[in-house]
């Protein structure tokens, strides 16, 4: 586990003068954005690289033998690459663009649905997904003979590890797709284990790292998940672009998941025939400025010492824990272990909706409801939760705004 640290203050100011919303006002109120679970803020460099795309060099790709065409493919090739360089793929043709992890999700269901999976067989979720890995293995059941069983949450939160080992031996499941890191709870799951759990039986594993790319590096060859998805706009790039990493092996016999230029070698009207991965999975015109400027974000993180900002988030994450406990009739939902900076809470008397409006009025963005996670809300028995969520440009001073504000909201309804 990380250890708690606090970045410097000097350091941290340089941090915040690359993402030009932090001096926003909201509500006549200084910004105090705890809602990067939701999406993060774009550093300057992500924001120019859009502007200087469509200012100097917008061209389709892969189509025009023009210098403008080529160079805008190349960016979008080397773009591909860099993602492939963070998170540690051998091979940039192991990475897909896609429109987020939702839609990375749905490939994966349709394609694995079509070529891999057979009636009868098990996909193995869990209580606490998104429900960006619940409903595409739904519609998949619901369109072949699969079946979707899931993985049991404790009563803290965490991922009941037993109940995990339990379903692998008896339900014998044909995949798992699974979550590393809730994105209501902020709970880190043991996604090494997992994956060998399951390799150990010859099962494939997806890994839903939507939330664990942001905070703390993450290594697919470590890791040897055979899928791993993720959106950009959570991970300081722009919102309609996202990745899917696959290892080359196992997409390479996939069919596409849907048709149209740029993923053909050839068409007659009677017959396509495909390009291998990722062209396969491409079709159409890509959000080529999306990808580079993921790929901008992705350069502007490695930039920075991410085990420090890392650190910086857990000091942030501790202080804000240590300062809502310490309100009564306030409770922390997801404690006892690992967790990534994402703090989930309820109140004894005001709704989580009602908290968040009252922060909102300060200035304070943080999210409240079911997060897009409504079996885990149901487990859990809660109509939803606040949760605060932070990111490295975060301050303490941000954090006690926080826990102040909680407290007044706690006395005025409590
Ligand atoms: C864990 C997790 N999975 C999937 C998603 C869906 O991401 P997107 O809406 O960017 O496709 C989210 C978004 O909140 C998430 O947190």
């Known amino acids: 586990m990380v250890t708690p640290l606090l970045l410097e203050e000097s350091e941290l100011a340089k941090i915040r003068s690359f993402f030009p919303i932090l001096v926003?006002?909201?509500?006549e109120k200084p910004l105090i954005y705890l809602d990067n679970a939701a999406t993060t803020q774009k550093p300057l460099a992500v924001i120019d690289k859009i502007a200087h795309f469509y200012a100097h060099g917008n061209a389709n790709v892969h189509r025009g033998v023009h210098a403008l065409s080529e160079r805008?493919?190349?960016?979008?090739e080397d773009a591909r690459a860099a993602v492939a360089g963070f998170i540690g793929a051998s091979d940039a043709k192991e990475i897909v663009f896609t429109r987020g992890t939702t839609?990375?999700?749905?490939?994966?269901?349709?394609?694995?649905g079509q070529a891999v999976l057979k009636d009868g067989d098990t996909v193995l979720i869990s209580e606490m997904e998104h429900h960006?890995?619940?409903?595409?293995?739904?519609?998949l059941r619901d369109r072949t003979g699969i079946k979707l069983a899931a993985t049991r949450i404790t009563d803290e939160g965490r991922l009941d590890m037993e109940d995990f080992q339990n379903?692998?031996?008896t339900l014998k499941p044909a995949l798992v797709s699974i979550v590393h890191v809730s994105n209501s709870l902020?709970?880190?799951n043991p996604i090494k284990q997992i994956i060998d759990s399951a390799h150990e039986r010859n099962i494939p594993v997806i890994v839903d790292a939507s939330q664990s790319v942001p905070h703390f590096d993450v290594n697919v060859k470590e890791l040897d998940c055979e899928w791993l998805v993720f959106s950009g706009h959570k991970v300081?790039?722009?919102?309609?672009?996202?990745?899917?990493?696959?290892?080359?092996?196992?997409?390479?016999?996939?069919?596409?998941?849907?048709?149209?230029?740029?993923?053909?070698?050839?068409?007659?009207?009677e017959k396509s025939c495909f390009k291998g991965p990722p062209e396969r999975f491409e079709a159409g015109t890509p959000h080529i400025s999306g990808a580079i400027a993921l790929s901008a974000g992705l350069h502007f993180l490695n930039s920075l010492n991410r085990k420090r900002l890392h650190q910086h988030e857990a000091a942030l994450l501790q202080l804000a824990e240590a300062g809502l406990r310490e309100i009564p009739g306030i409770r922390i939902i997801g404690e006892g272990g690992e967790k990534a900076s994402v703090v989930s809470f309820v109140s004894e008397s005001a709704h989580p909706h009602d908290i968040a409006s009252f922060l909102d009025a300060e200035g304070i963005a943080i999210r409240s409801g079911h997060h897009c996670t409504q079996p885990l809300m149901i487990r859990l028995q809660l109509p939803g939760t606040a949760r605060a969520s932070f990111a490295f440009y975060n301050t303490k001073e941000e954090v006690d705004a926080l826990v102040a504000t909680v407290r007044k909201i706690q006395d005025l309804f409590g």
């Open 24 to 27: 926003e006002k909201v509500n």
């Open 72 to 76: 805008a493919t190349e960016e979008y």
């Open 103 to 112: 839609e990375a999700m749905n490939l994966l269901a349709s394609c694995l």
């Open 132 to 139: 960006a890995n619940i409903v595409p293995w739904q519609l």
């Open 167 to 169: 379903k692998l031996e």
């Open 186 to 188: 902020g709970v880190v």
């Open 236 to 269: 300081f790039g722009p919102s309609g672009i996202g990745v899917l990493y696959g290892k080359y092996d196992r997409m390479e016999p996939l069919p596409p998941y849907q048709g149209g230029g740029d993923m053909i070698e050839s068409v007659t009207l």
